[in-house]
């Protein structure tokens, strides 16, 4: 794994790197024969394991060098970035509706049941209580506020 960099081409030594986390994860995994059974792999892939570990470790190198070269972005940079792409930064709008369950009782009417939620709609208007109230005193599926 080559870096084309302005100097030149750029190959990272990361030898004890590689030592180092594949010993890690060997410890981690409770020692070698563990660590190639939780994979489904036999010894014999233990080079391509290095190879693996080599590459990814290169490739962290590599993105932390083009980080650490970069500028911070300016104030005005970070605005256009946001009024330019809101849709991707901004939460939307939820809306999250509740209400007042009432099933007629047998041989209740229509009217009554209304009546008794038109007076229940007067006094949430009139600030009396707070929805969330009113909904676990009169409705008939009072869970979570109404």
């Known amino acids: 794994f080559f870096f084309q ?5 750029r190959d990272y030594d990361v030898a004890e790197e ?3 986390t594949y010993s890690d994860l060997i410890e981690k995994a409770g020692g070698k024969d563990k660590f190639f059974e939780e994979r489904g792999l036999d010894k014999s892939s233990e080079d391509e394991v290095l190879k693996d570990i080599k590459l990814q470790t290169k490739i962290r190198r590599l993105v932390s060098e083009i980080q650490d070269s970069a500028d911070a972005p300016t104030f005005e940079e970070i605005e256009d970035y946001y009024q330019g792409s809101k849709e991707k930064v901004v939460i939307p709008e939820m809306v999250r509706a509740s209400h ?3 099933h007629l009782a047998p041989g209740e009417e229509n009217d009554e049941a209304y009546e008794e939620l038109q007076g229940v709609l007067e006094r949430i208007k ?5 929805f969330a109230e009113f909904a676990a005193e009169y409705s008939e599926c009072p869970d979570q506020g109404g």
């Open 100 to 102: 007042i369950v009432k």
């Open 5 to 9: 960099a302005e100097d030149g081409i």
């Open 126 to 130: 009139n600030g009396e209580k707070d």
């Open 18 to 20: 590689v030592q180092k």
